[in-house]
């Protein structure tokens, strides 16, 4: 099986202008978005004593598919039948708007600013169910906004409103901001790219994400092959198998 079509150990900017694959919306019945399917049971299943309200994906450094991860898991969670709010907290990268093809006018950055209301920013997708908040236009100071008060509000509103909220971040080891959400979401869930990420690295990004108390559920292996699809710390949640990405999703 070719795993790797390319390599990303490098920054990687397609899915910055492109989007990210949703092979959920797009092949519901491949073992890929099967994958997905176990994933969200085994996410659910990682939290049996309480209902999660709000989960975060990251990981330690860019480019290793928190995006694809994050978006692919909303849209199977949505079609189980809950309300979800997919909100795109990565204000440095962000590529929710261009995956569901929706508005990046006003998002995120605009309602923290003062310039959207809660109402403007929430955008219904092609997925029932499923509904995101865009990123909004790319402000000076990420984190800071990431940190303030109405952040908590935001937070503490859609998870009143919506029966779950998932939150793609930045990759936790270049800045504070999925540090400063993971603390104040119920869960979080690091992708772990098999293969790409240093062991050091994701170990310096579970420690930093320890410090703020942030309530680990487990990791993502992404691409991962057969042979390596046993076990790493805090729990796994069943391969997600790269080798699909050779066809490259069409816009
Ligand atoms: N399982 C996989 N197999 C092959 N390629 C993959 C896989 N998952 C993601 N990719 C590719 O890796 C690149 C980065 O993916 P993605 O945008 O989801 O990562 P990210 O962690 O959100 O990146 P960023 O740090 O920019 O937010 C994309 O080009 C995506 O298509
Ligand atoms: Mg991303």
Known sequence: MALFKKKTTKLDNYSLKNG????????????ISEQFNTIRTNIQFSSVDKKLNSILFTSSAPSEGKSTVSNNV???????GETVVL??????RPTIHKTFNVSNRVGLSSYLLGNAS??????????KNLFVITSGPIPPNPSELLGSMRTKDLINRLEDKFGLLIMDTPPVNTV???QV??????????VVPQGIAEKAGVAHAKQLLDTV???ILGVIMNRVTKEKSQ????????????GYYGAEKEK
Do not use: C
């Open 20 to 31: 990210v694959g949703l092979v959920t919306y797009d092949d519901p019945t491949s073992t």
């Open 181 to 190: 959400l993971a603390a104040q979401i119920d869960g979080v869930i690091m």
């Open 213 to 215: 108390h942030a309530n």
């Open 87 to 92: 909100v795109d907290a990565d204000l440095r």
């Open 74 to 80: 909303a849209v199977t969670w949505a079609k189980q």
């Open 231 to 242: 076990g790493y710390y805090g729990g796994y949640y069943g391969g997600y198998y790269g």
């Open 118 to 127: 809660f109402e403007d920013v929430i955008q219904p997708t092609m997925v």
């Open 176 to 178: 504070t901001d999925a």
